[in-house]
């Protein structure tokens, strides 16, 4: 089992739409939980953290459920700019600061 | 702006050829860093944590005598990729962090490196 999966899509969805992706970790030591963005041959962004209870940053909001170890992302009246692969990243303990990636799932927006 | 630099953007060269890649952090030390690679529609995944002063950590099937890490001082690291082979073309992607552990990391733009 991956350490850290997620749906690879690609999800095709009408430009308005809501949309959510998930992500499980296997690790439960795991600490730390971030969303990244990565455009088609890009390096990724930094698209939002993820704390226990929840956070909202405009359109973007992200959950984190340490009992059932997933994390969400949900997309609200999605653009086209949306358009993007989202990767799910995960940071556990006595990793330094390694960073765990999901395969991501890929979006795509349209009209 | 950007606070890790990577370069090269792009490399196009012959087989057997070295490549180096720089990886260096503008705004904050790093004493460590990391490199990972991209194949075409895959995830990144991690080859090595490169460590200021000290010997670069390689992750499983990783080799250590073909992907040669050095980490001089605390701003750069370097990757260099020793007797290229068609095999070894991909995206490589470095990320620094400014040392907490529950912060996340900067990436580097990457480097396309395609062997002919």
């Known amino acids: 089992r991956k350490e850290v999966e997620q749906d690879p899509g690609p999800f095709n969805v009408p430009e308005g739409a809501t949309v959510a992706f998930n992500c499980t970790y296997s690790?439960?030591?795991?600490?730390?939980f971030f969303w990244y963005r990565q455009d088609c041959r890009k390096e990724p962004k930094l698209l939002m953290s993820?704390?226990?209870s929840g956070n909202e940053d405009g359109r973007f909001t992200a959950q984190l459920n340490r009992a059932s170890q997933y994390i969400s992302l949900l997309i609200r009246d999605s653009k086209l700019s949306d358009s993007a692969t989202y990767l799910c990243v995960v940071i556990s303990t006595g990793g330094g600061n390694k960073l765990t990636f999901g395969t991501g799932t890929q979006l795509k927006v349209e009209l | 702006g950007a606070v890790v630099s990577q370069h090269p953007s792009w490399v196009i060269c012959k087989s057997g050829t070295s490549v180096k890649i720089e990886c260096r952090s503008l705004d904050f030390q790093a004493t460590t860093m990391f490199w990972y690679r991209q194949f075409p529609k895959q995830s990144l995944m991690l080859m090595a944590t490169s460590n200021e002063g000290s010997k670069a950590t390689y992750e499983q099937g990783v080799e250590k005598d073909k992907f040669l890490i050095n980490h001089a001082s605390l701003t750069l690291s370097t990757l260099t990729v020793t007797s290229a082979h068609p095999e070894d073309s991909s995206f490589y992607i470095c990320?620094?962090?400014?040392?907490?552990?529950?912060?996340?990391?900067?990436f580097g733009d990457g480097t396309r490196l395609s062997i002919l």
């Open positions: 690790n439960s030591a795991s600490q730390s």
């Open positions: 993820v704390y226990s």
């Open positions: 990320s620094a962090g400014p040392g907490r552990s529950d912060q996340p990391q900067h």
